[in-house]
């Protein structure tokens, strides 16, 4: 009657850690920054936790190189759809896909660059986090490298954690 132990899906699972992970990134902006919730663009913490959760996929994933572009691509158009209508502007889902599809490429460069083996850069993180910081409050960082600095080690987790997460839901690459 009520499914409380029904299985989830695979991409339902994905779909939940990513729409989560936004939820995270948001009250990193809260908290650190100080942003009240007309400032922080919800449109770009999307983004960036679609890029997460790409990244870590396309890496980890066993799933045939098609098969993981469409996975990536369902869990994309869910989570867009479920996500952009609470956005800060309103934007199409047209709109948001192709601005996904831009924003992938620069997170997918950075968040690249964090990883070093089994560890994470440290200042690699930093510059990670000036630029989700510039994309979300729609101006520069500068004035907020203190704040960047504590902030920094939260997002590395978050994206340390999403990778655990990946690993537990999904069959990795050995």
């Known amino acids: 009657m009520f499914n409380f132990f029904k299985?989830?899906?695979?991409n339902q699972k994905f779909i939940?850690?990513?729409?989560g992970g936004q939820s995270v990134i948001f009250r990193i902006f809260k908290e650190v920054f100080e942003a009240d919730d007309i400032e922080v663009n919800k449109a770009e913490l999307t983004y960036f936790?679609?890029?997460v959760f790409t990244y870590t996929f396309l890496r980890l994933s066993k799933a045939t190189d098609e098969q993981k572009e469409i996975t990536a691509d369902e869990v994309a158009?869910?989570?867009l759809k479920k996500s952009i209508p609470y956005a800060s502007k309103e934007?199409?889902?047209e709109e948001a896909a192709l601005e996904y599809q831009k924003r992938y490429q620069a997170y997918n460069t950075l968040i690249n660059v964090m990883f070093k083996g089994d560890t994470i850069d440290s200042n690699?993180?930093?510059t990670l986090m000036m630029h989700l910081y510039e994309c979300v409050m729609g101006k520069s960082a500068e004035e907020k490298m203190i704040?960047?600095?504590v902030a920094s080690p939260l997002l590395a987790q978050y994206v340390a954690d999403h990778v655990d997460f990946m690993k537990t839901v999904i069959e990795v690459k050995n």
């Open 7 to 10: 299985k989830q899906d695979k």
């Open 16 to 19: 939940n850690q990513v729409v």
């Open 49 to 51: 936790a679609l890029s």
């Open 77 to 79: 158009l869910a989570v």
């Open 91 to 93: 934007v199409s889902l």
């Open 124 to 126: 690699a993180c930093t």
């Open 147 to 149: 704040k960047i600095s």
